[in-house]
């Protein structure tokens, strides 16, 4: 009840409100009738913004009015311009709203640089819905100029931010980072809380996207600081789900699930959909990764249900393409490809890009389980491009973004970002060497020192530089040990810690063989000893085991470390962590296979080029060139097409050349090296990749026997095509000698009954004899062209009955029916017999009048009408009782159609036929 009494009030508020805005409304445009000049354009202005949002359309005829009181170059122009483009757009108009800012845009004056900047603003927004990208940065960029001109630092900031979530849509994602950094500057002039939580999250998302987990979590934990000063749910909802999504990336997924749950309580608190929709698929992955696939599909299910709600395609593309991969898992391959159709389709109509990836990597996955070794080729080929495409080069540009923006925000910082820089390269591993030798002779130096029992000032400030130098150490991030002559560890840095999991305490004392996973051959360690004891340095990998047991590989640089009098006084290590790194080289390997896997086992012939050079060549291709891999790479296609063949592929190739194909099929005849002849589908496909380099993908499919099939097929069919003409030709003379016969006949007979009879039987005969007629003429054996038939069978009535066109007038209303030839006869001899009656009964006394003849095909249903406006049937017709010989065929030929038959007798008679 008190909500009722609530919901009354609140109505009655907005009411109130509207009928007072509504009152000054009525007022302002009653003053409009006592005034004129510049005080009537100050009033429609109070009137315009008035009605800007209450009555659009209102709004609009106030503008143009404005506009009409204003000189032709007046610079004011600019405002009403804007005012009717957001009017437009508060009609749902952004069509119509385009075209007065693109207006506003245009008025050339420094006084309206405000306004333009709205314009571009909104130009931008207006483009960005549209999905027209290019335009919305080009109008972004414009009002982003004009807001710094006119120092509008907040307007500004947000423009940029604008601008980097086009770029982030559009995968290019170092140009995103630039102008989130932009934008978060700016912000932080002017103290914008909401702003710089904001873009602190966009620039989490894009280290997110490339992977850079410490750098995304470092700035997601900024964004929650600056959130929990407003405490907007949210916008915290999404932030401790973009976390989760590290964790999850890091396979940390206890974190990772609970990250989720908090940015789904607080995303349904805020009532916010798209929240909830994202926090339950993100909870569904996690139940993936743990094997909870009826979990999984749980959650699935309600994020696809949120996201449907509020027609979030990035959302219900992700849902989709997620249960593709659930149904992979769990066997269920039938479910697997309908989902990722569903993904695949909204992903190409609406440009998801990350997700067109995803699905050309589900293809590829499902194909390969198939066995359909050429269709998971395609796609594979397709997920690589596409991935290459997206993150090449990116994370070099966001390291460089990085660095600028780091040294605008903390310039005490500036040596050390420039140091980080300089040695990002494996160049670090040598400074770090070096660093450890100066360490080593240090402390040898400071033993020596305090044995000889040296000045303490000159200890201090070796202990001084110990330190400096062990700093640096410290910092590195590569692992470093120092063990003595035994072998026993004497120094750890803090990488090593983190690298491995044990503690300095829990190192120190031990041998380095307490890393040792059994997985290096023994021969490497007695190589490496060798070369230690003669004073010589060893670089390799080994696979060691960390303190929990997990495996992972070290690049080790090792050497001995030697006094003043060359004496090896120690031994050091350099390790740096490659796991992921041979991780990478394994996938890439494991691909590689399944490439070959792929290319060895499909059933067409593959041949790449790499800047015109044959790279590859698999046994089918040989198999069905019959030359061998050797020989092939010597051949071009030109060489390799039959003689007759060859103007036509040189033609081809120049079309080629001419056009620039990326992709293309060519069928032709070539000529094998045992003489015989082949005849191939060739598909040709082009891929620029890194450093200019250019691959060609030819894909070779032998289709002789299907070439020769065909052509026998054709050969076949011409010859049934001549058998039935002739057959349709032959029909024809003969049912025209029986028409001729009839007609002697009919010299002889003087009984007026008996000579309707045979003229009837004659037009009978003409009917069928008219539709073989057709058939013989036509290019179509199946069926004819019901109007020509019929006007050449009706036409024959009205000369058989010696019936001019100007006392009975023909009217034929027939489009576009084509009817099988067992429909052609029967419809043939039922319009014989309608017509024909109507011409002998209709119209007594020499009567003028009309045949009209209606045939229509509505689906799959034939409507045939013959009308005329005669004297009509006689009173008390009845059909079933009342059959001449003509009725009697006309009833069997209806039922032989399955069809229906209705006369109407008004303003003359009317046959209505259905039949389907």
């Known amino acids: 009840m008190k909500f009722k009494i609530c919901s009354l009030l609140l109505i009655f508020n907005l009411i109130s409100l509207f009928l007072y805005s509504q009152s000054g409304v009525d007022s302002l445009k009653a003053n409009l009738e006592t005034i004129e ?63 007065y800012y693109e207006k506003a845009i245009t008025i050339d004056n420094d006084s309206q640089k405000s306004e333009k900047a709205y314009a571009a603003f909104s130009l931008g927004l207006i483009y960005e819905g549209m999905r027209l990208n290019d335009k919305a940065i080009k109008n972004y960029e414009i009002a982003r100029d004009l807001y710094a001109d006119l120092g509008n ?38 103290d914008d809380l909401e702003g710089i939580g904001h873009t602190y999250n966009n620039i989490g998302n894009i280290y997110q996207i490339v992977n850079n987990f410490n750098k995304a979590l470092q700035y997601y934990e900024e964004a929650i600081k600056y959130y929990k000063q407003m405490d907007p749910e949210e916008e915290l909802s999404s932030v401790y789900n973009n976390i989760g999504i590290v964790y999850d990336d890091k396979g940390d997924y206890e974190s990772a699930l609970d990250y989720y749950e908090r940015s789904l309580d607080l995303a349904e608190k805020a009532d916010d959909l798209e929240g909830v929709s994202t926090a339950l698929n993100n909870i569904g992955i996690i139940y993936i990764n743990l094997g909870n696939y009826e979990l999984a599909q749980q959650f699935y299910r309600q994020s696809l249900t949120a996201a449907l709600e509020i027609d979030d395609q990035w959302s219900i593309t992700n849902c989709y393409l ?119 002779v240090a402390i040898c130096l400071y033993h020596t020192n305090r044995m000889k029992n040296r000045e303490i000032s000159a200890r201090k400030k070796l202990e001084k530089s110990i330190r400096s130098i062990a700093s640096v150490v410290d910092q590195a991030e590569e692992s470093i040990i120092i063990t003595d002559l035994e072998g026993k560890i004497v120094y750890v840095n803090p990488c090593f810690e983190r690298v491995t999991g044990y503690k300095q305490d829990e190192i120190l004392g031990k041998n380095p063989s307490i890393l040792k996973s059994g997985s290096t051959p023994e021969e490497d360690y007695v190589k490496l000893w060798d070369n230690l004891h003669r004073g010589e340095g060893w670089r390799g990998i080994f696979l060691n085991k960390k303190k929990d047991g997990t495996l992972y590989y070290d690049s080790s640089i090792i050497f001995p470390v030697k006094d003043e009098n060359n004496k090896i006084i120690n031994f050091a290590a350099v390790k740096h962590d490659i796991t992921k790194m041979k991780e990478t080289e394994n996938d890439l390997r494991e691909s590689e296979e399944r490439f070959r896997h792929m290319a060895d086992h499909i059933s067409e012939g593959l041949m790449i080029i790499e800047n015109n050079k044959v790279i590859y060549i698999n046994d089918k291709m040989s198999e069905i060139t019959g030359y061998d891999k050797e020989e092939l790479q010597k051949l071009s296609v030109f060489e390799l097409s039959a003689p007759f063949e060859k103007e036509r592929v040189k033609n081809f190739a120049s079309r080629i050349k001419k056009d620039g194909f990326s992709a293309y099929e060519f069928e032709f005849w070539i000529k094998r090296k045992d003489g015989s002849l082949k005849y191939f589908h060739n598909g040709y496909s082009t891929y620029k990749g890194k450093g200019n380099i250019v691959n060609r993908y030819i894909v070779t499919t032998d289709l002789t026997e299907s070439k020769k099939a065909e052509d026998k097929i054709v050969n076949s069919l011409k010859e049934k095509e001549i058998l039935l003409k002739e057959i349709n030709h032959r029909v024809k003379n003969n049912m ?29 005969v003409k009917s069928m004899s008219l539709v073989h007629e057709k058939l013989y003429q036509s290019d179509d054996l199946a069926k004819i062209d019901a109007y020509h038939y019929i006007s050449k069978l009706v036409s024959n009535l009205f000369t058989s009955y010696s019936i001019g066109r100007e006392r009975i007038k023909l009217i034929l209303d027939i489009k576009d029916i084509f009817l099988p030839v067992n429909y052609a006869i029967p419809c043939g001899l039922i319009i014989n017999e309608l017509v024909t009656n109507a011409l002998k009964y209709a119209f007594l006394d020499n009567a003028e009048g009309s045949v009209i003849i209606d045939f229509h095909k509505v689906k799959d249903k034939y409507s045939l009408s013959v009308k005329d406006n005669g004297c009509g049937l006689p009173e008390g017709f009845d059909f079933s009782k009342n059959q001449s010989m003509g009725l009697s065929l006309v009833d069997s030929l209806i039922k032989q159609l399955h069809g229906t038959i209705e006369f109407v007798s008004e303003n003359g008679t009317e046959v209505k036929i259905e039949f389907s």
């Open 37 to 99: 000049g510049l005080e009537r354009y100050h009033l429609l202005i109070q009137i315009i913004e008035e009605t800007l949002y209450q009555d659009p359309q209102l709004s609009i005829i106030y503008s143009e009015e404005a506009l009409n009181l204003l000189k032709h170059d007046d610079p004011e122009a600019a405002k009403i311009y804007n005012y009717i483009g957001q009017a437009q757009e508060n009609l749902d108009q952004p069509e119509k709203a385009l075209i």
């Open 153 to 190: 630092t907040e307007k500004q900031a947000n423009v940029l931010n604008s601008i980097g979530i086009i770029f982030e849509y559009l995968t290019v994602y170092d140009k995103a980072l630039e102008n989130y950094f932009l934008a978060n500057n700016l912000y932080q002039k002017i």
């Open 322 to 440: 997620n249960q593709a991969y659930l149904y992979f898992d769990t066997g269920d391959f039938e479910k697997c490809l309908e989902y990722a159709r569903l993904g695949d389709s909204l992903a190409y109509s609406n440009h998801f890009r990350d997700l067109q990836l995803e699905a050309h990597n589900i293809y590829s996955k499902y194909y390969s389980n198939n066995e359909n070794y050429q269709q998971a080729f395609d796609h594979y080929m397709k997920y690589s491009m596409l991935k290459d495409s997206l993150f090449q080069d990116v994370n070099i540009r966001i390291s460089e973004i990085q660095t600028v923006f780091e040294t605008q925000q903390h310039t005490k910082e500036i040596q050390l970002l420039r140091l980080e820089k300089k040695y990002q390269k494996t160049i670090n591993i040598y400074y770090i060497i070096f660093s450890i030798i100066l360490l080593i």
């Open 736 to 764: 025209q000698v029986i028409s001729s016969l009839l007609k002697l006949q009919t010299d002889y007979v003087d009984d007026t009954n008996l000579l309707n009879i045979f003229t009837s039987c004659q037009n009978r």
